[in-house]
């Protein structure tokens, strides 16, 4: 599909529109259920904040309740679930705090789940920590539509190709320095057949931006949809494919640190919160960083030695790797 040039589309226009079709789509959303039946996920960052913002501009925000869910941290520690209390507060609004485990019980059942349900292909990996426990709870609840600010706009510098494959998921073997020690040459050919290609004259924005937008949503989307769906019912405003393409009409200087949501959300977010709130969310190699995590990981290491499947010299590296770390962590 053709995307229009970069510089094609002004930043003032792009915000009138983006304003205009998140807020249409709020409406439809949030009047298509009864009151008390939609969440509406809350953290630190800037689009859930800012999606409530523009919720309450178009008077939509009584209909809602407020969620924040993730791993607790110290209590002297500014994260989402305290940024979130805070514009919560700041909006006369209640706040539910949903607290996911900081760390996993059966690593079998998570990983089995994670692996047959997802098929891997996602990095929301707290959502199998608890085996779906707090989906099921919004559903006994009585609550049938999440409206969230999920993924609206890819982020980050691009310095490099690799960067922004590791970014995107689409990481190459060759990308690995200790790839020339194992035997994956026929994995390698198999895998550049599906790699997007950066194309000619094509800056490294404009690259990372259309990998995002035709590969890397979809996957998500695809992966999450499918499992949260048999509960509760996820919309997002902001994945909106006609956003997406004028998005990519912008200049590239003005892509990137999400600019745009980011002059939508000083425009309208009055709750003097500061959006550098540290995470609440896991991700997966944290819950296998402890001596738990690192004897399930050699165990299941120790019966691959024999797979016809991955090199043995592949095998042998990561259990040498692991047991050091393992080491280096019984001396601290």
């Known amino acids: 599909m053709e995307l229009p040039l970069s510089?094609?589309?002004?930043?003032?226009?792009?915000?009138?529109?983006?304003?205009?079709?998140?807020?249409?789509?709020?409406?439809?959303?949030?009047?298509s259920y009864p009151k008390g039946q939609v969440l509406m996920p809350l953290s630190g960052g800037l689009d859930s904040r800012l999606l409530l913002a523009l919720s309450k501009k178009a008077?939509?925000?009584?209909?809602?309740?407020?969620?924040?869910?993730?791993?607790?941290?110290?209590?002297?520690?500014?994260?989402?679930?305290?940024?979130?209390?805070?514009?919560?507060d700041f909006y006369g609004k209640d706040l539910l705090?949903?607290?996911?485990?900081?760390?996993?019980?059966?690593?079998?059942?998570?990983?089995?789940?994670?692996?047959?349900?997802?098929?891997g292909r996602i990095d929301h990996f707290n959502a199998f920590t608890d085996g779906f426990k707090m989906w099921d709870k919004f559903f006994q609840n009585g609550y049938r539509m999440i409206v969230r600010g999920d993924i609206p706009f890819p982020a980050g510098f691009c310095l490099d190709?690799?960067?922004?494959?590791?970014?995107?998921?689409?990481?190459l073997f060759s990308d690995y320095s200790n790839i020339?020690?194992?035997?994956?040459?026929?994995?390698?050919?198999?895998?550049?057949?599906?790699?997007?290609?950066?194309?000619?004259?094509?800056?490294?924005?404009?690259?990372?931006?259309?990998?995002?937008?035709?590969i890397r949503v979809p996957i998500v989307l695809a992966a999450f949809s499918h499992q949260i769906s048999g509960f509760t019912e996820n919309r997002t405003p902001m994945l909106n494919w006609?956003?997406?393409k004028l998005y990519m009409g912008l200049p590239d200087k003005e892509k990137g640190d999400k600019l745009h949501i980011r002059k939508l959300w000083k425009k309208y977010d009055r709750s003097g919160t500061s959006?550098?709130?540290?995470?609440?969310?896991?991700?997966?190699?944290?819950?296998?960083?402890?001596?738990?995590g690192q004897k399930y990981l050699l165990k299941q290491l120790k019966s691959l030695e024999e797979s016809k499947y991955i090199s043995s010299d592949l095998v042998t590296s990561i259990q040498r790797l692991l047991s050091e770390q393992k080491s280096l962590s019984s001396n601290q």
Not at 97 to 119: C, G, K, R, T, W
Not at 199 to 213: H, I, K
């Open 180 to 214: 020339d020690s194992f035997n994956v040459k026929k994995y390698s050919e198999l895998q550049s057949e599906f790699l997007t290609k950066r194309l000619d004259g094509e800056s490294l924005t404009r690259w990372r931006d259309r990998t995002f937008t035709g």
């Open 161 to 171: 190709e690799l960067q922004i494959r590791i970014m995107m998921g689409l990481e």
């Open 59 to 88: 008077n939509l925000d009584d209909k809602l309740t407020l969620v924040n869910w993730g791993v607790a941290n110290r209590e002297d520690v500014f994260d989402d679930k305290v940024a979130a209390q805070r514009v919560a």
């Open 97 to 119: 705090d949903m607290s996911l485990p900081a760390h996993i019980d059966s690593y079998n059942q998570v990983l089995d789940s994670f692996v047959e349900a997802s098929e």
């Open 275 to 292: 959006s550098k709130a540290a995470g609440s969310l896991r991700s997966m190699d944290s819950y296998f960083n402890n001596k738990q």
């Open 7 to 31: 510089g094609s589309t002004k930043m003032s226009d792009y915000l009138d529109l983006y304003e205009q079709q998140v807020t249409t789509s709020l409406d439809q959303i949030v009047n």
């Open 242 to 244: 006609t956003l997406f």
